[in-house]
């Protein structure tokens, strides 16, 4: 997976609402306290977004089934 496809990805999940402006604040106030660490920027992003959207449905869960279907 090259960069533009991180980036594609990341616009899809601002589309569909995935990703929302709380999770925006959230990644860059972990961002600003991590130091310029980026391994603890995204493990400390991830685990709130993961806090945050544990009750929303996956698509990208279904999508894998799908395919194994």
């Known amino acids: 997976m090259g960069f533009d496809d991180i980036l594609k990805k ?3 999940f601002v589309k569909d609402g995935n990703i929302t402006s709380a999770d925006v604040k ?3 106030q972990n961002y600003e306290s991590s130091g310029g660490d980026v391994k603890k920027f995204a493990t400390e992003t991830y685990a709130e977004y993961k806090i945050n959207h544990s009750g929303d449905k996956k698509s990208d869960d279904k999508k894998d089934d799908d395919k194994k279907n």
Do not use: K
Request: overall charge negative; glycine content about 16%.
């Open 26 to 28: 959230d990644a860059y």
């Open 10 to 12: 990341g616009e899809q």
